[in-house]
């Protein structure tokens, strides 16, 4: 089972860009989704932006229009293009990847999710 390696997080101010990446390290394989979540203090854990080997992408609506995924197959590597940052985005941003065919309406549900990288922190200032 292959590793999730994050990078990419720091501290950006508002109207701020980042982009985050996710590559597996080790033996790669082939989740049919992946997909970003994230965690603020004193907050249950979110589903923010997921995308399936087909390309087929779900996002929250409060990151909608905002932050793009993507994924390079070939490289089996996640990314989070994260524009307009607002202070409201800080939080810890995990890496998430699954084999499991769920149903498309549920592609941000976190329970699907069956590997999780370590997080990379984002921090957001005004």
């Known amino acids: 089972q292959a590793q999730l390696v994050e990078s990419g997080g720091g501290s950006v101010q508002t109207g701020g860009s980042l982009r985050l990446s996710c590559a597996a390290s080790?033996?790669?394989?082939?989740?049919?989704?992946m997909g970003w979540f994230r965690q603020a203090p004193g907050k249950e854990r979110e589903g923010v932006a997921a995308i399936t080997r087909d390309g087929i992408t779900a996002y929250a609506d409060s990151v909608k229009g905002r932050f793009t995924i993507s994924r390079d197959n070939a490289k089996n590597t996640l990314y989070l293009q994260m524009d307009s940052l607002k202070p409201e985005d800080t939080a810890m941003y995990y890496c998430?990847?699954?084999?499991?065919?769920?149903?498309?309406?549920?592609?941000?549900?976190?329970?699907?999710?069956?590997?999780w990288g370590q997080g990379t922190q984002v921090t957001v200032s005004s």
């Open positions: 080790g033996n790669s394989d082939s989740p049919y989704c």
């Open positions: 998430a990847k699954t084999r499991l065919r769920m149903p498309t309406g549920s592609l941000l549900n976190q329970n699907w999710y069956t590997s």
